[in-house]
């Protein structure tokens, strides 16, 4: 055998290896987003709390989460890839820690914000590794694994809770995941290589932050992004507590229902990522919105737990590959400068919607009812659904 197969066998090998690690990481990040939905009425009653603060956890959450996105090229172009991964994966495994221990609900907060800040960095330090260095298939099955963990979350939860251990327990086996994680980075925190393209989005021409944001088409299609990414977080932060508190579900059952939920959104980017170049991604777009409209509708049947579970899991598997779809076309629409910069800026659209407008649902429900959350949920896919045609009659009328 040559020297020259050897050495391939060990590159690809060591490719493996990476993907392996970066769906697992992925999948690890999930648990954590899936159990704080059914972990939050044990917090609550902890430092008894109202309900819809968990709104302004998220939001804690989705500011670090943010702003660490933001700054994650000046970590890369500094530390490197290998480097920025292992030291924001260690950053979470210490926020996981201050989860558990934290001693009161402000210091929680900063703790979630803090963390928060480093699984920004990490996440979008790994999306441009993948997107630089692997295809669109990989790509969303990185975030298949995203939405498998967050499948895990409520079972790990209650699994903690059946064996008589509070919810901070829940934190610290995550918190052990995580040093598992961290080790893996620093021992292969050499194979991780940054973009060698990097000339093509810094090339003499490219259009300003502020040029991208002028197109209507880009606001537009971050309005989309805000709403839509606001179903995704208000199903799986609000379910729970709507089947548990108001509708007398078993909490071990409602946790069930949920876990399905997210179970529904993992399987919905894995299928579709075997068919996706097959089909027109425009129609498949439409087809979509209206399956999570229908879903909404039936999630507000209370009368029947089947119907209106139903309803949730139809909700997670249509708007599963609506945002990577999203992304992908952003180029075609746009160009491949602007799309640098437009995509960077959808990111930030989804992120924002997906805190903002739970811990709005939220506040409104303490209000009135939190059975609005199947309406709202139909809404939104309406309202994305107008949008997105809106964004399209917009481009058929651009100059070619």
Request: proline fraction near 3%.
């Amino acid at each position: 055998m040559s020297v020259s197969t050897v050495a391939g066998k060990r590159s690809n090998t060591a490719r493996r290896i990476r993907i392996v690690l970066a769906f697992f990481s992925f999948a690890a990040g999930g648990i954590t987003g899936g159990a704080i939905g059914v972990a939050w009425l044990a917090i609550r009653d902890t430092w008894n709390l109202p309900t819809a603060y968990l709104g302004i956890l998220l939001l804690a959450m989705t500011s670090g989460f943010l702003s660490g996105s933001f700054v994650s090229g000046f970590f890369v172009t500094r530390l490197g890839m290998g480097n920025t991964l292992f030291a924001t994966s260690s950053a979470t495994t210490l926020g996981l820690l201050g989860f558990a221990l934290a001693p009161g609900w402000v210091p929680l907060i900063v703790i979630v914000a803090l963390s928060g800040t480093g699984k920004g960095i990490f996440g979008a330090s790994m999306n441009l590794y993948f997107a630089n260095h692997f295809n669109a298939r990989l790509m969303n099955w990185l975030h298949a694994c995203f939405a498998l963990g967050a499948t895990l979350g409520p079972f790990a939860v209650q699994l903690t809770s059946s064996a008589g251990y509070d919810w901070r327990s829940t934190w610290f086996v995550l918190a052990l995941i995580q040093v598992v994680v961290s080790g893996a980075f620093y021992a292969t925190r050499s194979g991780w290589h940054t973009n060698a393209r990097t000339d093509a989005y810094t090339e003499p021409g490219s259009p300003t932050m502020l040029e991208t944001l002028r197109n209507p088409t880009v606001l537009l299609a971050m309005l989309l992004l805000f709403i839509f990414t606001g179903i995704e977080s208000s199903a799986g932060n609000w379910s729970f507590t709507l089947f548990s508190e108001f509708r007398a579900i078993e909490k071990s059952t409602a946790a069930t229902w949920l876990g399905l939920y997210w179970a529904s959104f993992a399987l919905g980017r894995i299928l579709y990522g075997f068919v996706a170049n097959r089909l027109r991604v425009e129609s498949s777009v439409r087809f979509l919105f209206l399956l999570v409209l229908l879903g909404g509708l039936m999630f507000t049947v209370r009368d029947s737990g089947i119907i209106s579970v139903a309803g949730l899991m139809l909700v997670g598997l249509a708007q599963a590959p609506v945002t990577p779809l999203f992304y992908s076309m952003t180029p075609v629409r746009l160009g491949e400068k602007h799309a640098t910069n437009a995509i960077g800026f959808q990111m930030s659209a989804t992120g924002l919607g997906f805190s903002a407008l739970p811990a709005l649902l939220g506040a409104v429900a303490d209000v009135s009812s939190y059975e609005i959350l199947g309406p709202f949920l139909a809404l939104s896919a309406l309202v994305s659904l107008l949008l997105f045609n809106r964004i399209s009659r917009g481009e058929r009328r651009q100059p070619a």
